[in-house]
């Protein structure tokens, strides 16, 4: 069998695709376990960032909203009040159950392409067949570890996503590095269960974000400043709600605004949180990292060129991702080398989030040089899923298989998957 469209990856993007393309009537699969890296790679008592207005999967009549499974499941979806990471990976289950088709839980451990389009192979060995393929595969592959820290034992330094529980680091020395959310709400969560913790950061100051404005307010401020899914000003907005005109600027400005714009930060209301438990190490940058009995010693240099040694239990490294093309190790190594890459390394992608290579569509962080800082979060998802459902139903028309059944033109038709209340 031949399908129109294969999604790969179950979580807030690879979620919003199929809601959208099952809306259009497209013949489609999607793999994945739903919202695994919301369920697997956070600990208990972390928040979402985000707003939760800011914070909705995508479907085409904007009904499956988390405001809508917060009021029935009696929980708070308002403006400037954090929402449990639990409650958010809920919500995606929620979602998934109503607005998509039956998702397959298992992985897909290759993609390949053919003559007639994508050969996807699952983790039991079974192959399926595509013409055109999403890849919305979140942020797990992309991890970003230091240099002086690649090597070392996983016993002694982990990555921050590595983490759903923290418990057992519970009484022990434990060092943070990065600046940003991540980094300083794992802090505080060691911190207020009993961990020694400290983090270190390369910026010489933390920076935290301010209280949002309230929803409502006069006119003018609502101007000067307005609200948007990446926070409050109009350059966030721009990110935020524009990210078609965003892929139109010139490619070494979107390169620096991918560099610089939305820098590690903690929200406003972890900072009391960190400050008054954490031990905080700012303008340190790791240099140099080695074992020793009980841990591991590291050598640290100042912005100020100054040096320094300190010995701890273990490193998570809370630095981040980087979405590289080299990275994306599900496709075959053939399929992978076709793809043009920007600057970065990331992947070129048309107005469609199509990639160099004709039906390969890619989605979320690793999209993130070509349309703004949005496709880093959430929000992104909502211009992001009918954007490449688009751009899938124009590559379908455009290379038509030998006695296929015609794209519709929307809506669904006679035998596709239908969402089912639950």
Known sequence: MMYDLLVVGAGPYGLSIAAHAAAAGLNLRVFGRPMASWRDHMPGGMFLKSEPWASNLSDPGGRWRLDAYCAEQGLTARHAHPIPVEAFASYGLWFARNAVPEVDERTVTRVSSGPDGFTAVTEDGQALHARTVALAIGVMPFIEVPTALRGLHPTLVTHSSHHSDLGHFQGKDVTVIGGGQAALETAALLAEQGTRVRVLARAERLRWNDVPPPWERPWWQSLRSPHSGL?????????????????????????????????????????????????????????????????????????????????????????????????????????????????DGSPVLGHGFESSHPGLFLAGLVTASGFGPAMRFVHGATFTAPTLVQGVRRRLRSTPVRGSVPVPGGGSRSGAPSPVNG
């Open 231 to 343: 926070g409050p000003g109009w350059r966030n907005w721009f990110y935020s709600e524009r990210p078609g005109l965003y892929r139109r600027l010139p490619q070494s400005t979107r390169s620096r605004i991918a560099a610089t714009a939305l820098g590690p930060a903690g929200a406003w209301w972890v900072r009391d949180r960190v400050e008054r438990a954490v031990d905080l190490l700012p303008g340190q940058q790791v240099t140099a990292a080695a074992a020793v009995p009980g841990g591991l010693r590291l050598d640290l240099t100042g912005r100020d060129g100054s040096r320094r040694s300190l010995e701890t239990e273990h490193v998570i490294a809370a630095t981040g991702f980087k979405a590289h093309r080299d990275r994306l190790g599900l496709l075959s190594a053939e399929l992978r080398g076709t793809l043009a890459a920007l600057p």
